[in-house]
């Protein structure tokens, strides 16, 4: 589902988490008009349906509403409506407006004025096809019944077809107060709709080339018929009210209200294409230049679209003259058709969609004229559910055949366990989407029962579908049933969110995408991020890219530029299915991660070698599989080669490895997390920026995690190979003791980060004692209607943490951040996490982790504290001393994790696990309290657990411990 340009990236989408989930209030809107019966072939508002969004701002106070709203291409008498505010909670309901007819496809929001204090009520101006333009009044915050009518005294109407003028409208805009329509014969019509009464004289105004005064100047001979309205903007200049009106024949023409200020053609032969629609963007008072784009729409070669973009200047004095000579830019589009655009002050932002919900984001920089791409949230999902090339099924088939078969029992939990996680998790789960895919697997769940579903439910109706084409079978069976099951879903998910078109905030810089089933904003790429979806041009931009302390000179560059290359080679080898493995592992108990990561590098240095040929052929057929067993050698071979030739040239520019380890190690700190002690104050804050970020900050660890295991691979993979690149003893001890620990604990960093931000919470239980204990001492609103959001799938574990304030003491702005702040955002927030700790002496990745579980523990998510253990776990049985932290970060984990087991064996229904959880969680508390230093390591838990540990006390929890069991 890639693009079909290689372009570069600068961006990717961020979805809001929830947006999926709104619960719609149907709201009938009634016409007392009786429009004159239009034949459906030429109706009287001559605008081609299509689907259609926007975003209106509305500044209320110190608080920013942005009203989104969408028509559906096949339900055209329906408006939706959301009222979101980024210091709000995402909102449960929106509004859908029914009318009687079908409505053009435009809507115009803003604010009433005059209202009273306290009161908001939005102006909504629509044109239905008959010519009845609607004006309605909605009262915020949307508080209508499910099923009403929308009283009379908020409606006004007018039917265009009872003025003199009513030549057929082929365009229509809105500002306050007043709805303007463009006509065939070129004409243009303004009305005055919610201010003045329809029969008050100036309660419509034309615009037209006046005969009489072209006479008077002589000018009559002059005077040319324009050709019919394509597209009109209304946009204000210097506080003027100015109408930018394109016409067919190519003609642009400015008018001030009853002036004409400015008539240009935009027909050029340079720009093929007819003129189609027309775009407009902010005036820059600072340059006096103002930017408007056209649409060019190829009449001969279907899909092959320009954009012209004209720059004019304007004065701004009494005369308000505008360039007859602007600056033109011409952008092809080369392949696809333009959905949408929006102006920035320095830049557009271009929806394109290419093919059969294939679609495209690019950016144009009227300084550079270059053009880059954001990533979307489709090709994201492809890549998460092994969709994203042909060669996707293969490598994650043969790898699962090639690594599970250590462990063939559970190669069914495992395996599921790794698609569950990503298919569940906010920005990927998408409820319409889902719906559909079991209803395709004769699953028929009303819109009642699929809401009440918890997400163990949900779980258990997908696993019971991939359970009845068999959960017996070997791990290819199981990985391509799952594939095709996770194809299915990736399909109605891009049906259900089709992108409608942009959103700006030219304010605030704020860029996102409106789709048929969902909202996102973009953000920018992390500088690793740019250095991955990049190229070697990158490096030549580090200060660019926040990492310009990283290299000291030229060679420096190339070394890097070639480490990035060798790992590429091996991204391009295995896929991402090693990477997904491997990350399940480290979740999971049910394999070491150790042993993954063994049988990964040995892939590598041997090649895919299938253990279940016969099930392959299966699947496959024979000369499929044989095909597959050829191509897979000769990428091995191609890997092999191009790998050593790059190794030769990292010797060849570096005086010795030694040299190529130190640009490594410099690496390695941009892939940190940047730990820093936290020098302001943080807050636990739930709302829609919250929410974002937390989101942002998963799609951030993700790719970090990725890149860390890559150039661990690298390692891996240059230690074994070592003799045949002049590799010494010293430096293959230098990447084993120095290096792999770093790396294990930035992956270890990046894992917990990205587990925290997709694993939703556990609903409380009703006997969750530190539940209970907390809602009684918190007494705060805000507080309780977050533990309320616990088992909430879009709310995640880290939405429970703190988020740091900046250093004006906001915790999060009331305006939605832009692309560059949401990448600054990120990296605060994933610094404030990393850089928690709750125990004592202890200031690193483990004391973090341990606080983190702690936090989880204190709001009930055992399960979650558990797996955040196990990685904890994992990273301990790599530090290679035993020192006074390990014993500390030992009698910690072991007091938490038999905690955890306690409190799960309270609410396991079955007997003999109840029994063993409990016997497990006595032996990790006796442990704990034998440790040397567990007084020292269990003194800041006793708000965690309830016990009171430090010195003597140890004893006595661990009889309350025994206490707690035997009352079971």
């Excluded at 092994?386 to 043969?398: C, E, I």
């Excluded at 599989?625 to 990292?650: D, G």
């Amino acid at each position: 589902m890639a693009a079909p340009a290689a372009r570069r990236i600068v961006g990717a989408e961020v979805p809001f988490p929830g947006s999926d989930k709104l619960r719609w209030v149907d709201l009938t809107v009634p016409s007392s008009s009786s429009p004159a019966p239009a034949s459906p072939s030429d109706p009287f508002v001559c605008v081609p349906p299509r689907a259609a969004s926007g975003c209106h701002i509305i500044q209320s106070g110190d608080l920013q509403y942005y009203l989104l709203w969408r028509i559906h291409e096949e339900h055209q008498n329906v408006l939706e409506v959301m009222e979101l505010c980024a210091s709000k909670e995402f909102p449960s309901s929106g509004l859908r407006l029914v009318f009687q007819e079908a409505l053009c496809p435009f809507a115009f929001l803003c604010e009433r004025e005059g209202r009273r204090q306290g009161e908001l009520v939005y102006l909504l101006y629509v044109l239905t096809v008959s010519g009845v333009a609607l004006l309605c009044h909605l009262h915020s915050p949307f508080s209508y019944v499910s099923g009403s009518i929308l009283h009379q005294e908020d409606i006004i109407e007018f039917n265009l077809q009872t003025h003199a003028q009513s030549a057929k409208v082929t365009a229509v805009t809105a500002k306050p107060g007043c709805l303007v329509i463009g006509r065939r014969d070129g004409s243009i019509g303004s009305y005055n709709l919610g201010k003045l009464a329809p029969n008050s004289p100036a309660f419509s105004n034309e615009l037209r080339d006046d005969a009489g005064i072209g006479r008077l100047w002589t000018l009559m001979s002059r005077t040319k018929a324009v050709g019919p309205v394509q597209d009109i903007v209304a946009t204000v200049v210097n506080e003027r009210d100015l109408l930018l009106v394109l016409h067919s024949d190519g003609n642009l023409r400015m008018w001030d209200n009853h002036t004409k200020l400015l008539n240009y053609n935009v027909r050029s032969n340079d720009v093929d294409g007819r003129p189609f629609r027309l775009w407009v963007g902010e005036a820059d008072y600072d340059q006096e230049l103002i930017y408007l784009a056209v649409l060019h729409r190829d009449t001969v070669v279907q899909d092959c679209d320009h954009v012209a973009v004209y720059g004019f200047t304007f004065s701004a004095g009494e005369r308000f003259l505008f360039s007859s000579e602007p600056s033109i830019s011409t952008i092809p589009l080369l392949e696809g058709k333009l959905v949408d655009m929006k102006i920035g002050t320095d830049k557009l932002w271009i929806l394109k969609e290419f093919g059969s919900m294939l679609y495209e984001t690019l950016q144009y920089g009227f300084d550079t004229e270059k053009i880059s791409s954001y990533v979307l949230q489709e090709d994201a999902i492809s890549e998460q559910l092994f969709q994203s090339s042909d060669n996707a099924l293969d490598d994650l088939v043969w790898t699962a055949d090639s690594i599970c078969t250590s462990f063939k029992e559970q190669a069914f939990n495992f395996i599921s366990s790794m698609f569950l996680r990503r298919l569940l998790q906010p920005g990927v789960n998408h409820c319409s989407a889902l719906r559909e895919t079991l209803f395709e697997h004769k699953r028929f769940l009303s819109d009642s029962e699929f809401q009440s579903l918890t997400a163990n439910g949900l779980q258990k109706e997908i696993l019971s579908i991939v359970e009845q084409e068999g959960s017996s079978q070997t791990a290819s069976v199981i990985a391509y049933h799952w594939k095709k099951f996770s194809a299915q879903y990736l399909h109605n998910w891009c049906w259900n969110n089709r992108p409608y078109g942009l959103l700006l905030d030219t304010n605030n810089e704020v860029f996102g995408l409106i789709r048929k089933g969902s909202f996102s904003l973009f953000r920018c790429l992390e500088g690793v991020e740019m250095l991955i979806y990049g190229s070697a041009d990158e490096l030549r931009n580090l200060d660019g890219l926040g990492m310009d302390f990283l290299l000291d000179d030229l060679s420096d560059f190339e070394l890097l530029d070639e480490v990035l290359r060798c790992m590429g080679h091996i991204h391009h080898l295995l896929g991402r299915s090693s990477t997904a493995i491997y990350y399940e592992s480290l979740i999971s108990s049910v394999i070491s991660s150790d042993e993954i990561a063994s049988q990964i590098i040995k892939m590598i240095e041997t090649g895919f070698s299938p253990q279940s040929s016969s099930s392959l052929i299966t699947l496959l057929g024979t000369d499929a599989y044989v095909e597959k067993r050829q191509v897979a050698h000769k990428s091995q071979r191609k890997f092999s080669v191009e790998t050593l030739l790059s190794f030769h040239k990292l010797q060849s520019r570096s005086t010795s490895w030694s040299a190529v380890f130190d640009v490594i190690e410099k690496f390695m700190k941009c892939l940190n997390t940047n730990v820093t002690v936290q020098e302001y104050e943080s807050k636990r804050v739930c709302n829609v920026n919250s929410m974002l970020l937390v989101q942002a900050t998963s799609q951030v660890a993700r790719t970090m995690f990725e890149c860390a295991f890559d150039l661990f691979l690298f390692l891996s993979y240059l230690a074994g190979v070592g003799g045949q690149v002049s590799l010494l003893q010293s430096d293959v001890a230098r990447i084993k003791m120095k290096l792999f620990p770093m790396i294990q604990d930035i992956l270890g960093q990046w894992i917990v980060l990205h587990f925290v931000g997709i694993t939703p919470t556990s609903p409380p239980t009703i006997e969750d004692f530190s539940y209970q204990l907390s809602s009684l001492q918190l007494g705060k609103e805000d507080e309780l209607s977050l533990h309320r959001k616990l088992g909430c799938s879009d709310f995640t574990l880290a939405c429970l943490l703190d988020f740091p304030k900046s250093p004006e003491g906001d915790v999060l702005s009331p305006c939605f951040p832009s692309p560059a702040e949401i990448i600054n955002l990120v990296r605060r927030f994933s610094s404030s996490i990393m850089s928690g700790s709750n125990v004592e002496y202890v200031h690193t990745f483990l004391g973090s982790t341990l606080n983190l579980s702690a936090v989880f523990i204190r709001n009930g998510q055992y399960e979650a504290a558990q797996s955040l253990l196990g990685i904890l776990e994992t990273y301990l049985n790599h530090v290679s001393q035993a020192g006074q932290d390990a014993d500390i970060v030992c009698s910690a984990y072991l007091h938490l994790n038999g905690f955890c087991l306690l409190m799960l064996a309270h609410d396991e229904a079955n007997l003999i696990l109840r029994e063993s959880k409990a016997h497990d969680a006595i032996r990790c508390f006796f442990r704990a309290a034998s440790g040397h230093e567990a007084p020292k390591a269990l003194q800041n838990l006793s708000l965690e657990t309830g016990f009171q540990v430090s010195g003597e006390i140890i004893l006595l929890a661990l009889l309350v411990t025994y206490s707690i069991y035997i009352s079971f």
